[in-house]
């Protein structure tokens, strides 16, 4: 699948897979609404670093969120 263009907020998240959900949910929940910006109607993708298979098991992960946004105003 192709990444869209245009303009996307960035996270780097330090840690493992079971704590994403809280870490989207202030993403999405406290940031995003008390930020100019909006969601765009694109997915948000993920990209990991640190894919050894220790950082699995030691939740050693850093994973990079890429939501798409635009300005409120738009």
């Not at 929940?29 to 694109?42: D, E």
């Not at 993920?46 to 969120?65: G, P, R, S």
Request: net charge positive.
């Amino acid at each position: 699948q192709d990444i869209s263009n245009g303009l996307y907020a960035v996270y780097t998240h330090d840690g493992g897979l079971s704590s994403i959900d809280e870490v989207l949910h202030f993403l999405l929940c406290q940031w995003l609404p008390n930020s100019p910006y909006q969601l765009r109607i694109k997915p948000i993708y993920f990209k990991y670093t640190h894919l050894a298979m220790t950082a699995f098991t030691t939740n050693k992960l850093k994973i990079h969120i890429h939501m798409p946004i635009e300005n409120k105003n738009t």
